[in-house]
């Protein structure tokens, strides 16, 4: 991600919060980036604040309230959204050198559970 980071002249952060809008369309409030991503709202809306600044993000009012804005991605940030995947997908293709598909696939699938016990043990603490 360094390489991201100092190509684009953007933070790690902000790079995190591009992704994480682009791969969760349903999800496009400062609140959800924060309380899905477990980051603080503080560096959130840092973050976003810049991303406006450097139009990768626009945001715009909820119609039904006010006090909600919603984010959406901008054209200049689909050179960050590509050298991400392409960096994501060179990180994978390292990480599962002599991993064959089916070992992947159970991986994948115990990944998947681990992922489900921990969101279930989040909502039991809440």
């Known amino acids: 991600m360094e390489e991201a980071t100092e190509k684009l002249s953007i933070t790690h952060t902000e790079i995190e919060i591009i992704m994480f809008l682009f791969n969760n369309p349903d999800y496009d409030t400062a609140k959800d980036i924060s309380e899905l991503r477990k980051f603080p709202k503080s560096c959130?809306?840092?973050?976003?604040?810049?991303?406006?600044?450097?139009?990768?993000?626009?945001?715009?009012?909820?119609?039904s309230d006010r006090r909600i804005l919603h984010l959406k991605l901008k054209e200049p940030s689909k050179p960050v959204i590509k050298l991400s995947q392409k960096i994501r997908t060179h990180f994978l293709e390292i990480i599962c050198q002599g991993i064959d598909d089916r070992e992947k696939e159970e991986l994948l699938k115990i990944l998947n559970t681990i992922s489900i016990n921990v969101k279930e043990a989040l909502k039991e603490k809440c």
């Open 44 to 63: 959130v809306s840092k973050a976003v604040d810049d991303l406006i600044k450097k139009d990768y993000l626009e945001s715009f009012i909820d119609i």
